[in-house]
């Protein structure tokens, strides 16, 4: 690889993580890990052509352009995550990474099965990924943050709203709704 792709691939590595928390290749590689799949499953269980998946991985490209597969990689990162709380089990995972292939995205917040925990409850995770999903499907962090930056002046509650849901890890958002819960 010379300088210039080197260049190119950092630059879509930090795109990437603007836009996703996490260079894709990482955030791939570890639902491959916690989910028991390969590259060829995955891109599957994602709707994306095993090449795509590996461009994206490498970083021979920055953008999931279909926001139906954002939204897919955000419900098998929920999904990893329930796998390892054990709050679902790896039966229960292969069956609900057939029901997420099977998804068109849509509205990430209908349907109450998917938004409740054993107990009927939401959980405060699984709320705050959904808000973050529904932010990242109708712009790309980098556009949050403009946004965010041009309410910052106004209305400066909305633009931190904008830059933790929009382009923060879920850990910093989560803390910021259990702040703003009273």
Same mark, same amino acid.
Do not use: C
């Given at each position: ?11 879509? %590595? ?9 260079? =894709?290749?990482?955030?791939? %590689? %570890?639902?491959?890990?916690? =989910? ?12 994306? &052509? ?7 991985? &490498?970083?021979? %490209? ?13 419900? =098998? ?35 109450? &099965? ?69």
């Amino acid at each position: 690889m010379d300088a210039a792709q080197q260049e190119a691939t950092a630059r879509a %590595r930090d795109l990437q993580r603007s836009w996703y928390g996490e260079p =894709l290749g990482a955030l791939f %590689r %570890r639902l491959i890990d916690d =989910l028991g799949l390969n590259q060829a499953r995955l891109a599957a269980a994602l709707g994306l &052509s095993a090449p795509m998946l590996s461009q994206l991985m &490498s970083g021979q %490209r920055a953008k999931i352009g279909n926001p139906a597969v954002v939204q897919r990689v955000q419900a =098998l990162q929920e999904l990893a995550g329930q796998v390892a709380d054990g709050s679902v089990s790896a039966g229960e995972a292969t069956e609900r990474m057939e029901e997420i292939k099977k998804s068109q995205g849509g509205s990430v917040l209908s349907g109450t &099965s998917q938004t409740t925990s054993s107990g009927g409850a939401p959980t405060v995770r699984r709320v705050v990924r959904e808000i973050q999903s529904l932010l990242r499907s109708v712009a790309a962090a980098g556009d949050i943050i403009d946004a965010a930056d041009s309410l910052a002046p106004t209305h400066p509650e909305l633009a931190e709203f904008l830059r933790v849901y929009g382009a923060g890890r879920t850990a910093e958002a989560v803390a910021h709704y259990e702040s703003h819960q009273s």
